[in-house]
């Protein structure tokens, strides 16, 4: 089993309209730059047989956007939203159990998330993942906290260094 974490995407700032975190939507450079990212991720990933990402706004767009690539629909999962269980996460990726799965979140929890599955502890692997960064993490058994192997971290510049794969006849 694979998984792969993903950072959301830009995002607009609080102000104005925006008055709540949780309702900050991507901005136009997050929309363009995640379709560039998303139109490079069959390359790197594969298939995706599972997409879910947190219920706020700016992931879930990131997730729709991502998800749109792979012809499917994000499921909203209330553990990837800031401060999730991680445990719970990995027993809903246990009992789902897809070959690979693409999840959608926040700082710092992406980066807990990707330490927890690799070491047992939050926090503990110092990842960077800037906004629209990609982990991918094998799970040679199960989805276990500290079974995990980090296969590639990837950043958003080295990700659009990659040829987008030409257009479809």
């Known amino acids: 089993m694979r998984l792969f974490i993903m950072r959301h995407g830009i995002a ?7 008055h709540r975190d949780g309702d900050r939507p991507l901005a136009p450079e997050g929309f363009e730059r995640t379709g560039q990212i998303a139109e490079r991720l069959t ?3 594969g298939e995706i047989d599972w997409i879910a990402s947190s219920p706020l706004l700016r992931a879930r767009q990131t997730a729709e956007v991502v998800g749109a690539r792979f012809g499917l629909k994000p499921d909203l999962l209330e553990d990837l939203q800031p401060g999730g269980d991680l445990r719970h996460l990995l027993s809903r990726l246990r009992h789902k159990n897809p070959g690979r799965a693409l999840w959608v979140g926040h700082l710092p929890d992406v980066a807990e998330l990707a330490s927890f599955c690799l070491t047992g502890h939050a926090g503990v692997a110092g990842l960077e ?3 629209d960064s990609i ?5 040679p058994r199960e989805a ?3 079974q995990g192997i980090l296969e590639w971290l990837i ?5 659009l260094s990659i040829p987008p794969p030409p257009p479809e006849a």
């Not at 950043?155 to 990700?159: F, K, M, V, Y």
């Open 12 to 18: 607009r700032e609080l102000g104005g309209a925006i």
């Open 43 to 45: 390359g790197l990933c």
């Open 129 to 131: 993942f800037k906004k």
């Open 135 to 139: 982990a991918a993490i094998h799970f």
């Open 144 to 146: 276990r906290a500290g």
């Open 155 to 159: 950043q958003p510049a080295q990700i």
